[in-house]
């Protein structure tokens, strides 16, 4: 039940500050009951799912209702009252600390201890820290002195109070009793059955051991979690890795693998099992490398994920990749293209016929440029066909064909044949030898838009590439419409986020014109719970948009360097992958250390 004194004194702190003004006040006070009690509805039922338990303690507070009106500050944009903001404000307040809670800082054995599952949900608390004097408790809902008073007395120690958001205290508890608590439940069913799998010679040992039972529901229950922590984070890998005295999970998170559990070792195997499982492969296959795929469904969305397990020194390792939609269904608006470039490369894709040739290295983010430009191009009128090797999203708009080099099915000789299908539009998944090279020229000059991939440095060497394999210039020059060199970065987290300004040695090194002296303002990362600490949060692209001018198609005739067709480029304004981030920078969207990974300064002057 909301108390509500305790709403007003919230709302007229709220006001006080600035931070939302009176109608927004009288608005929740008008419309408070009805809130709470879809919230209630709500959270009780998601957290029965993340708990798998009927019974679940669930209370609205007070913050977590004002938080759901989803003010901004001061109708300011960019901040917004949010139930770190109330919170905060609230411990400000109260004069207590306030902390955000890092699942990897807590101490497991403290947080299980101390309190059980259901009293610290009830009661939103999470012991963080404790000497033989002194026991220091996370609360949400630090207003209850008659709780703090009651734990001192059982604990026969002095309670040192911090505070933290609800649904950093709540992320804790089911971290904590729900993950952690099935991986001991495992642990417990496992030890006394199964030999440890040290090593490889055990490894083939256990060819006649019986197989673990990959249903039994607290590895059913772990494997749920794993998952949905995955997707929570959006990772875009899991790997499960045995290691020689334990197992390991780590996921990649926007390009960077975290380390997320230590398992025992014991463990690792059914949870490994449960995986194989899941993608029907042979569980008891373990010294050959399988492959497999499952889907899974989370927030009403279809998640695929592609399992491959190889043998290592200590054991099994799994890999699971994770395939969101929610990447597919992206638009162009949203790679991280600048206006200017945005409407140059949709121009480039409004041409009926001709050869765009998207570069960068592996893991540059082109899958998703190609991908996004099929669905931009596609309409009932328009048939798209795509070479792929292997399909890597399954989109029902497209014709996909995959490629199977041992029966002798290339991308060369597919192009061939799939000219006879009357594509409007063809996707090559990557252009690598003369055969493919010469058919997607020839495919470009019948008539078709041909969308491909090739791994160069940057969009002016793409050209040289193309030649290398044997194109003629003349040819070259007649169909190819551009090309466009790409980069991922990592976004700076919007929820932490804070102003700063770039120091004079990072100023220097990107060799920013007129720049001495000056401060530049940039954004940087603090680091909090959404960002899990890293002051990252997503990805996006740096582009280099170079569209096939008159000019550059002589040149390409020419037969021109690269660094002449750079040059021209860059006299039509085309920013570098360099010069790009610069400006990424500059508009708060990403860091000094992340463009200066991914860009080098080989500009032509
Ligand atoms: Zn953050």
């Known amino acids: 039940m909301i108390d509500q004194q305790r709403l007003v004194w919230i709302l007229d702190l709220l006001v006080e500050r600035a931070a939302i003004h009176a109608g927004q006040k009288q608005d929740v006070l008008n419309r408070g009951r009805d809130q709470a009690r879809h919230i209630l509805l709500d959270k009780r039922a998601q957290m029965r799912r993340m708990l798998g338990r009927h019974r679940v303690a669930y209370r609205v507070t007070e913050i977590e209702l004002v938080a759901s009106f989803r003010f901004q500050v001061a109708d300011n944009v960019d901040e917004k009252v949010d139930e770190e903001y109330i919170t905060q404000m609230v411990a400000e ?106 090593n490889l010679e055990q490894l083939y040992a256990l060819q006649d051991v019986s197989e673990l039972d990959a249903n039994d529901k607290p590895v059913v229950r772990a494997v749920w979690y794993l998952l949905n922590y995955a997707f929570e984070q959006r990772a875009s890998d899991i790997h499960l890795e045995p290691k020689r005295d334990e197992g390991w999970v780590r996921m990649r998170i926007d390009g960077v693998l975290h380390r997320i559990h230590r398992l025992p ?104 440029t190609m991908y996004t430009s099929l669905q931009h191009l596609y309409s009932p009128r328009v048939n798209i066909v795509t070479l792929e090797d292997p399909i890597e999203m399954v989109q029902e708009d497209l014709n996909q064909i995959a490629m199977q080099p041992r029966i002798g099915l290339t991308f060369g000789s597919a192009l061939r044949n799939v000219l006879r299908q009357d594509p409007d539009v063809i996707m090559v998944g990557e252009i690598r030898d003369e055969e493919t090279a010469q058919n997607a020229v020839q495919a470009a000059l019948t008539g078709h838009l041909v969308l491909s991939t090739i791994h160069t440095i940057d969009a002016a060497s793409a050209v040289g590439r193309m030649l290398d394999l044997g194109v003629l210039p003349f040819l070259l020059s007649s169909v190819l419409v551009g090309a466009v060199a790409q980069r991922l970065v ?98 708060g969207e990403t860091s000094f250390d992340e463009v200066m990974a991914v860009t080098d300064d080989r500009t032509v002057y």
């Open 265 to 368: 070792k014991v463990v690792l195997p059914a949870l490994i099992s449960r995986f194989k499982m899941l993608a029907r492969m042979d569980i008891a296959e373990r010294r050959r490398p399988q492959d497999g795929r499952f889907k899974t469904a989370h927030e009403d969305q279809e998640i695929e994920l592609r399992v491959s397990t190889v043998p290592t020194a200590f054991g099994e390792k799994v890999v699971a990749r994770v395939f969101d939609p929610g990447v597919q269904l992206k638009e162009l608006e949203h790679l991280g293209f600048f206006p200017r470039e945005l409407a140059t490369f949709k121009g480039m894709l409004a041409q009926s016929s001709g050869l765009i040739l998207v570069v960068g290295p592996t893991g540059s983010g082109k899958t998703t």
């Open 93 to 198: 307040s109260l004069e207590l600390p306030f902390i955000h809670l890092d699942p990897l800082q807590l101490d497991y054995r403290l947080v299980t201890s101390a309190f059980g599952g259901p009293f610290a949900e009830r009661h939103l608390i999470v012991a963080i820290e404790e000497t033989d004097k002194q026991l220091t408790i996370a609360m949400a809902d630090p207003w209850d002195d008659e709780l703090v008073e009651g734990i001192a007395r059982v604990k026969n120690k002095r309670i040192h109070v911090v505070v933290a958001a609800k649904s950093d205290i709540l992320g804790v508890i089911v971290e904590f009793h729900g993950f952690r608590r099935s991986m001991r439940a495992a642990e417990k069913d496992f030890a006394s059955e199964f030999p440890d799998l040290g």
């Open 490 to 587: 990592r976004r700076i987290c919007p929820v932490c986020a804070a102003d700063d300004v770039l120091q004079d040695d990072e100023v220097l090194a990107l060799r920013i014109q007129g720049a001495r002296g000056k401060r530049l303002k940039v954004r940087r990362g603090m680091g909090c719970v959404k960002c899990r600490y890293t002051g990252y949060r997503g990805r996006t692209g740096l582009y280099e948009v170079m569209p096939a001018t008159p000019r550059i198609s002589t040149l390409i005739n020419e037969k021109a360097s690269a660094q002449e067709i750079k040059r021209e480029a860059l006299n039509d304004n085309m920013l570098t992958l360099r010069e790009y981030g610069i400006k990424k920078i500059a508009y």
